[in-house]
């Protein structure tokens, strides 16, 4: 030390240590104290993080996490519309029943109508029987049979469509019955057949829906994995040396999983929100090419591609946790880490 | 605060670094491990620090076995004991300032807390207008004390420095020895490393020589 000529100080006394007394570290006067430069504000703190962020793969692994947030949307945004739509056709086709009159040889047929009208009309939660007339049964054949047909002369049956007031469930069964009973030749379509095929194809939907987003899921979290390991291996030096200054598993793991937890909500947010412009520029695309012989096709199919209120909270929550997930992730396996780093027991190395 | 008892290393299949250590190191106590080159004083102090587990023998830490400690109760046995080690280990990112207060820093001390003691010690080890550099710009000397400043800074129960002087010169060691000193008077167990007979001899304290595995004591 040849910076100053050596100056006697007194002894200094840091007064707010732990422990009994004060206790001096030095004898003041082993150093010389290099006259102090006024004007200059040095910083103290090289702003950095204790764990360098740079260091830590961030750009890529944000990505990854922005795709599989893309991925896990759109799987539930689609999940979300089938099962809007299944239920929509659902209740839409079990608002009505259909009887349906074929024609017997004895049988007067507008007599069979009226007596299955009144037998339907008996049953509670009916509110109307319409009787197909021989126009609209035309209208509906015209297409196998072409123009001009007299249908009175051909033996089709006579449909009778039968309105049920909503929320009401009449007993079906009790008139199929009746039906079967009084009107020959008469039988009644309560369309459970596709009630039961369309739920069984929604529900296998959303089970293919979930199998997908839990794979998201998983990959996500594999990610984070390797990421972690990664981030953990490169800063091994760091681990190490704030393991000997005495920090427990506990912070070291709070340092990556600040870090990870930013990259998580970064990347949700980011594949998120493009989740949700798809969502919304097909929406309109549907609505406004409404008349359009595809679009007709695709509304019959899908509905409208309008996710609602519950998809739209339903993307959050899938972004809130996935950034959740990314940072429990991180935790859990630089906790793992570092105990194996403090294991007295994993020998000498 | 430390015991070995009938304590064995070998590093792998190879041959014993050391065998049969048997010694004590009690609190407040000032002691030089010394010994040639290679003679294990590294692998003995990190013994001690727990970071490395006997081949054989018993490690005793402030009254509890070594074996027994679980990963939970490490760091709270490490916050008390400071390390300075042969390639000072500090972190390059952070600032001379920084890496000193990093121990404060992972007990949870808030910064308005130990600014003062932190700038002070930097301040007494001839570090004052180097605080807010980054290692990489530091001669090795000046690392070296920096080293120092932060396995004090919590003034620890014990004090492990690994060959503390090796990278200053004469008048410099013989200051850094006079901290040393100055800490073991304030209540400290210091544990010197060093193979600088010429620093021991103008210390007056308990020397541990390792020769060839074997630990000799001169009281
Ligand atoms: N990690 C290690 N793996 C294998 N051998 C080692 C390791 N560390 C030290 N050794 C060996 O142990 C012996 C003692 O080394 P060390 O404790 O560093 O001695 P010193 O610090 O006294 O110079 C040397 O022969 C060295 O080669
Ligand atoms: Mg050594």
Redesign the pocket.
């Known amino acids: 030390m040849t910076k100053a000529p050596e100056k006697p100080t007194p002894v200094p006394k840091p007064d707010q240590q732990v422990g009994s007394q004060p206790r001096p570290i030095i004898e003041a006067e082993n150093f010389a104290q290099p006259p102090k430069r006024k004007g200059r504000t040095k910083r103290l703190h090289s702003g950095s993080e204790i764990v360098p962020t740079e260091t830590i793969a961030g750009q890529a692994l944000m990505f990854v996490i922005a795709i599989m947030s893309f991925l896990a949307c759109l799987t539930l945004g689609t999940v979300t519309i089938i099962n809007q739509t299944a239920h929509d056709w659902q209740s839409d086709i079990s608002r009505e029943v259909t009887i349906q009159i074929r024609p017997f040889d004895n049988v007067e047929m507008d007599k069979a109508v009226r007596e299955a009208s009144k037998i339907a009309l008996g049953f509670e939660g009916i509110s109307k029987v319409i009787a197909l007339n021989d126009d609209a049964a035309a209208k509906l054949l015209e297409p196998w049979l072409g123009t001009g047909l007299n249908i009175e002369e051909l033996p089709v049956p006579k449909l009778l469509t039968v309105t049920i007031e909503s929320d009401a469930k009449p007993d079906f069964e009790a008139m199929r019955e009746a039906l079967k009973v009084n009107v020959p030749g008469s039988s009644l379509d309560d369309h459970r057949a596709w009630v039961d095929r369309l739920n069984t194809m929604a529900w296998a939907m959303v089970m293919v829906g979930i199998s997908i987003f839990s794979l998201v899921m998983a990959a996500t979290i594999l990610t984070v994995i390797f990421a972690t390991r990664g981030a953990m291996d490169s800063n091994r030096n760091v681990v190490e040396v704030l393991h000997f200054v005495g920090a427990d598993a506990g912070f070291i793991s709070n340092e990556f999983q600040q870090h990870f937890l930013k990259l998580g909500l970064k990347g949700a947010a980011s594949g998120g929100a493009a989740a949700t412009l798809l969502f919304i520029a097909l929406g309109l695309w549907s609505s406004a090419s409404i008349g359009t012989p595809q679009a007709d096709q695709i509304k019959a199919l899908f509905g409208t591609f309008s996710l609602g209120l519950s998809g739209y909270i339903g993307i959050i929550i899938v972004l809130v946790l996935i950034a959740f997930l990314t940072a429990l992730t991180t935790r859990i396996t630089v906790h793992r880490y570092v105990n194996s780093l403090y294991s007295y027991n994993s020998g ?2 | 605060m430390i015991k070995f008892e009938n304590v064995g290393l070998r ?2 299949l ?1 041959p014993e ?1 050391l065998s049969d250590l048997t010694f004590q190191i009690k609190p407040n106590s000032m002691q030089f491990l010394t ?12 013994l001690m620090l727990m970071s490395l587990r006997p081949t054989r023998g018993l490690v005793t830490v402030f009254g509890k076995d070594a074996a027994s400690i679980t990963p939970e109760q490490l760091p709270a046995i490490r916050r008390k004991i400071g390390v300075v080690f ?1 390639d000072f280990r500090l972190l390059d990112h952070l600032t001379t300032y920084e890496n000193v207060a990093l121990p404060l820093r992972v007990r949870g001390s808030s910064e308005s807390s130990y600014r003062s003691d932190v700038t002070d010690l930097l301040g007494w080890v001839g570090l004052g207008e180097r605080m807010h550099v980054l290692p990489p710009v530091l001669s090795g000397g000046e690392k070296q004390r920096v080293a120092i400043a932060r396995a004090l800074i919590d003034q620890p129960d014990i004090l492990l420095a ?2 503390p002087t090796g990278n200053v010169d004469p008048p410099l060691a013989r200051r850094l020895m006079r901290l040393f000193l100055e800490l073991h008077r304030s209540g400290t167990a210091v544990i010197l ?1 060093t ?1 600088d007979l010429g620093l021991m001899d103008q210390f007056n304290a308990r020397r541990l020589v ?1 020769n060839q595995g074997r630990l000799q004591i001169y009281d």
């Open positions: 000498g190395k | 590093y792998g190879g670094v010994g040639p080159s290679g003679a294990g004083k590294t692998s003995l102090l990190r042969q690994d060959e490393a193979h390792l």
